[in-house]
């Protein structure tokens, strides 16, 4: 967090508590098919 406080030129007595990005990536990620149908149970519990 010591970069970002730097980055943004923060006065010392304001410390960032987290970071959240925000935007859209530059790079299209391609996602996984990770279904598999032998995982699913159709059990019945009386």
């Given amino acids: ?10 006065p010392k007595n304001i410390k960032p508590y987290c970071v959240l990005p925000i935007g859209y ?12 149908e032998s995982r699913i149970h159709k059990e019945i519990y009386n």
């Fill in 25 to 36: 990536s530059a790079v299209e990620i391609n996602q996984k098919d990770r279904y598999d």
């Fill in 1 to 10: 967090m010591n970069y970002i406080s730097e980055l943004f030129d923060l």
